[in-house]
């Protein structure tokens, strides 16, 4: 039998075979798109938060991918590094895209040229046309980003084409140099630039002492763990696509064994394939076989340092979070402080150590383990 490829993605920034159970996402994108494009304004942003691993960089990824194919747009993709401002590089992919459309016509975007200070949008299929001609004579703001962000989109429009502008990781930014950009943003609203900002980050982004307004403005989504009906197409149609399909009952088992977090799904999928590597089919058998070697490289590819990454009194801490968890569904300061035998302010600075190193996240009063399935491993131990 000739080899097949594994076509599960188990990974982080790696899109999966199949993107499945993100279709409010893909609609928020499809209408940034429209308004930028046939109504010639700039969409408010879309902000997508997450825990760990549940899709996020894929989308910004889908999204700009989306934007490519229906009116051949560039994108422009910032990760945010920890202690690291972001401007340099988002400067350098700002040029780079100005660049790159002052050498090089798309043909794909044909469809939507300048034509007389009009581009007709045949590419979305509606046949629409609008005016995109833009005031010339603005002198550039004064503000680098402005100033590249200006530059490149007056070379977007000239070409009839605009901007997908994605910023991932954004929690790591400061929130000096994130009200910068937003103010870039917010100044040129009125500039009808076509261009689509979807910016994605950890549910800290949320923080209301970090908050920045034009962000709050925007269209927030939550992603989380996908429902057991998308999870099982995450894990059926690739395998059906491949050729070597997943018999009903693998599939529940490794629907149930994943709980539905995007990154497991292409853990235990990869691990099923590999067990079924000399079958037609993947049987229960191969995917019961394919279930401890897929538990343990999620415990310690995931779970394991962050673990170790805790002192001793962290890992106490953080035993008695997912302990009630696990119990009760939900764990806060008070109960964790109870919980241990301790009162609050003796305590309180192991819940800040490991809200800031990122092992836990708070929603309102609530402490949550930010990677999918931590507490259940934790209580487990
Ligand atoms: N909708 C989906 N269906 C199936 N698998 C998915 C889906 N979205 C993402 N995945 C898979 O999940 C894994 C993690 O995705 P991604 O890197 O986008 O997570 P993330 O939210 O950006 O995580 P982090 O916060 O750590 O950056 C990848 O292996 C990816 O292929
Ligand atoms: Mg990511």
Do not use: C
């Amino acid at each position: 039998m000739s080899r097949v490829p594994n076509p599960y993605r188990p990974g982080f920034n790696v899109p999966p075979p199949a993107f499945v159970g993100r279709d409010g996402v893909l609609a928020s994108v499809r209408e940034a798109l429209d308004v930028a494009a046939l109504d010639g304004r700039t969409p408010r942003p879309l902000i997508l938060t997450g825990t760990r691993g549940v899709s996020k960089t894929v989308a910004l990824g889908e999204a700009s991918a989306l934007a490519a194919e229906r009116l051949g747009w560039p994108a422009v993709h910032v990760e945010v590094r920890p202690r690291r401002p972001f401007t340099p590089l988002l400067l350098e992919r700002l040029e780079a895209v100005r660049l790159d459309l002052e050498h090089t016509t798309q043909p794909s975007r044909r469809g939507t040229r300048v034509t007389g200070g009009k581009v007709s949008a045949s590419a979305l299929g509606v046949g629409a046309e609008l005016t995109i001609e833009r005031g010339g004579e603005a002198r550039g703001p004064a503000d680098p980003i402005g100033q590249a962000l200006d530059a490149t989109m007056r070379v977007a429009m000239r070409e009839g084409a605009g901007l997908v502008l994605t910023l991932d990781e954004a929690q790591l930014a400061t929130r000096d140099e994130l009200a910068a950009f937003t103010a870039v943003l917010q100044e040129h609203m009125g500039a009808d630039w076509p261009l689509v900002v979807i910016v994605a980050g950890l549910p800290s982004l949320r923080d209301p002492n970090r908050s920045v307004t034009y962000l709050e403005r925007g269209e927030w989504q939550e992603l989380g763990l996908l429902d057991p009906a998308d999870a099982r197409r995450a894990l059926i149609d690739p395998a059906a696509e491949a050729g070597r399909p997943l018999d009903d009952a693998a599939a529940d088992l490794l629907v149930e064994a994943s709980g539905g977090y995007p990154y497991a799904v292409q853990l235990y999928g990869h691990h099923a394939w590999r067990a079924s590597a000399s079958s037609s089919r993947i049987t229960v058998t191969h995917a019961r076989k394919a279930l401890d070697a897929a538990r343990r490289e999620l415990e310690e590819g995931l779970y394991v340092a962050r673990w170790n990454d805790a002192s001793a009194r962290e890992q106490e801490y953080l035993v008695a979070v997912a302990a009630l968890i696990v119990r009760t569904g939900e764990a806060t300061g008070p109960q964790v402080a109870a919980e241990l035998g301790k009162a609050q302010t003796q305590v309180s600075y192991l819940r800040d150590r490991l809200l800031k190193k990122g092992t836990l996240y708070t929603e309102g009063p609530r402490l949550l383990f930010l990677t999918p399935g931590m507490a259940e491993w934790v209580s487990g131990r």
